[in-house]
């Protein structure tokens, strides 16, 4: 995302690493749509969109309520949205100066938060460890960096002669399209695996520890990330491989006990049964499509913040 002549440019996250086109976004309405249609994700970066929508709603004399409104609906998981509008709503003023001053001042704090999860998550990664991941949690989901692999970015830049395997993450494939993408700009050795190989990899002795990220941590340390955190979870415990969740502590949430609260999102049939808009299942299917799932706090070995690493029993 670039803030640029009071435009939004955003690199639509829908059509990497094919074609690079960057999207001029310039009503809160055009941000709804972006954070809808998944043209910006990623928890943080969610957050940080939200804030620019709010800008562009503040210059157009939108009222605070009604753009609050709309950009909190677009999606429901990722607490950073809710946070960061919260935040901007608690501003003693509804002006564009103000709210544009917010918006960059989140944007960053989170690029901030991100070198500092890297630094403490590198302390967890061995010489030549090889690191399972899922999803994109890079510099694309946040505002730079990234939170799980700015844990990978920071590790490889100390010289740790790491390896990763990046999940296809079905059905949205931002493992394989997002993640693959980041490594090969950044010379990171990695192979990219169909989720469905994490196991047999496992049990293979090939995995040293599994990083994911966050899209809302409950007050006991239960996490919904992406869809299949979860099994990637329960295979590690199995398998004795540590579990790490990287996440800026604008990921907490301490208003829900436990990760039972935490509404996950539903998405399209289509982005199941289509691949690139051709129909693969047959025409009438029924489609339980999930974004996310929870993974409980005892599966997790720490959960990595700009803070510091924090070990279960969590408490936040
Ligand atoms: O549906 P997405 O692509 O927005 O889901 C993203 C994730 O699940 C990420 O792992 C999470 O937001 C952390 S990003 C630093």
């Known amino acids: 995302m670039k803030w640029e002549q009071d435009i939004l440019l955003m690199l639509d996250q829908r059509i990497l690493p094919n074609q690079e086109v960057w999207l001029e976004l310039t009503t809160y309405t055009d941000v709804v749509e972006a954070i ?14 939200a804030a620019y929508g709010l800008a562009l709603a503040a210059k157009h004399s939108v009222s605070k309520e009604q753009a609050s409104a709309e950009l909190a609906a677009s999606r429901p998981t990722a607490v950073n949205l809710f946070w960061a509008i919260d935040r901007i709503g608690r501003l003693p003023d509804w002006n564009f100066e103000s709210v544009l001053a917010e918006a960059k001042l989140i944007e960053e704090e989170d690029l901030d938060m991100n070198y500092s999860i890297g630094r403490h998550g590198a302390e967890l990664i061995g010489e030549g460890f090889n690191i399972l991941t899922i999803c994109n949690t890079g510099a694309l989901a ?38 693959a993408y980041e490594l090969i700009k950044e010379g990171i050795p990695f192979h990219s695996i169909a989720d469905s190989v994490a196991a047999s990899l496992m049990r293979a002795g090939k995995v040293d520890c599994v990083i994911a990220g966050a899209d809302r941590i409950a007050a006991n340390g239960d996490s919904a990330n992406k869809i299949g955190t979860y099994a990637l979870a329960v295979q590690a415990k199995h398998h004795g491989i540590p579990f790490y969740i990287a996440a800026p502590t604008s990921t907490f949430d301490s208003s829900l006990a436990n990760g039972d609260l935490i509404p996950i999102e539903e998405r399209d049939a289509k982005e199941l049964t289509h691949i ?11 489609v339980f499509n999930p974004a996310f799932d ?3 706090g005892d599966l997790i070995a720490a959960i990595i913040t700009e803070d510091g690493v924090y070990r279960a029993p969590y408490s936040f």
């Open 294 to 296: 929870v993974t409980p």
């Open 276 to 286: 690139e808009d051709v129909a693969v299942g047959p025409e009438g299917t029924q």
């Open 36 to 49: 809808k249609t998944m043209a910006v994700r990623g928890a943080p970066a969610i957050g940080v969109a």
């Open 142 to 179: 946040t505002a730079g960096h990234g939170t799980a692999l700015g844990v990978i970015r920071t590790a490889h830049a100390a010289g740790k002669n790491i390896h990763v395997y990046t999940c296809e993450t079905r059905p949205r494939q931002q493992g394989l399209r997002l993640t």
